[in-house]
């Protein structure tokens, strides 16, 4: 089993790469994704939610109003740990299972956003960073996300500059063209982790 680190800043087209590597092939294993998942209606980790910040965090439908958590826990550090404490043994179990259902030959690729921050270059076998100019994801975030450029700005500065995330790079892709160019590096890098994979 190959393990890949995918991360990239903001508005760098990582779930774009995340997306390709998926359909070539690879198991795609999104931390954010998984701690959406673990607190949804029914879940255990709903339910430790609401029994440590009570019901006020819940929207009319029983989902996790997340604005209404956020506004909690970023005031208080305490509240936070708290919630990590309920969320992140929830992720890592499932991650866990997640990796052992892959096959032995499989590549592994988890989605981390905060992987240069956290330090967590080491867990990988390989780091891929998926790189695009500032100016360009600001335009992105405006463009897609509906950003205005001073929180764009705000995000980019709040993460890894793109000094230090390139530093942790085994492997760099380029996005700063069009979705095009972008297959093609996908597929290059992925014939490379296939190769090395088959290696072992």
Same mark, same amino acid.
């Given at each position: 089993m190959l393990k890949? #680190?995918?991360t990239g800043g903001i508005g760098s087209g990582k779930s774009e790469v995340s997306k390709r590597l998926a359909a070539h092939g690879a198991v795609v294993i999104d931390a954010d994704k998984i701690a959406r998942e673990v607190v949804e209606p029914g879940t255990v980790g709903l339910a430790r939610v609401v029994a440590v910040f009570g019901d006020e965090v819940l929207r009319p439908d029983?989902?996790?109003d997340r604005e209404?958590? #956020?506004?909690i826990v970023f005031a208080d550090s305490e509240k936070l740990a708290a919630l990590n404490g309920i969320v992140h043994p929830l992720v890592g179990e499932r991650v866990a299972a997640l990796q052992a259902e892959a096959p032995d030959d499989a590549v592994v690729v988890y989605d981390v956003p905060l992987l240069a921050e956290n330090k967590l270059a080491p867990m990988y076998d390989v780091v891929i960073v998926v790189d695009a100019a500032d100016e360009v994801r600001i335009r992105r975030l405006a463009e897609f996300r509906g950003m205005a450029?001073?929180?764009a700005k705000a995000r980019i500065a709040a993460q890894a500059s793109r000094e230090?995330?390139?530093?942790v790079a085994d492997?760099?892709?380029p996005?700063?063209?069009t979705l095009e160019e972008l297959d093609g590096r996908v597929r290059d890098v992925w014939d490379q982790l296939r190769r090395r994979a088959?290696?072992?």
């Open positions: 890949i #680190g995918l029983g989902t996790l209404k958590l #956020g506004s450029e001073a929180d230090d995330r390139l530093a492997v760099v892709i996005n700063e063209g088959a290696r072992g």
